[in-house]
């Protein structure tokens, strides 16, 4: 795809990732017994229900890290 549509000039070269390795009916489960907020979810709730989606985001970010 190209960048344009994400608002990134024409002669970038984007990458655009999706992840959705977490069980997300387990995910709904917990969030339906949460209070009713407006608020984000916080830190803790992405790491309990999608800790696979967390270590490759970190895993990515450590390579950016040490290539940049």
Not at 7 to 23: G, I, K, N, Q
């Amino acid at each position: 795809m190209s960048s344009q549509p994400f608002l990134r000039p024409s002669s970038e070269l984007t990458t655009r990732f999706c992840f959705v390795c977490f069980d997300g009916a387990a995910a709904l489960r917990t969030l339906r017994t949460l209070p009713s907020s407006s608020s984000p979810l916080g830190d803790d709730f992405v790491r309990e229900h999608c800790p696979t989606v967390v270590k490759g985001v970190e895993s990515l970010k450590q390579w950016v890290v040490k290539h940049s």
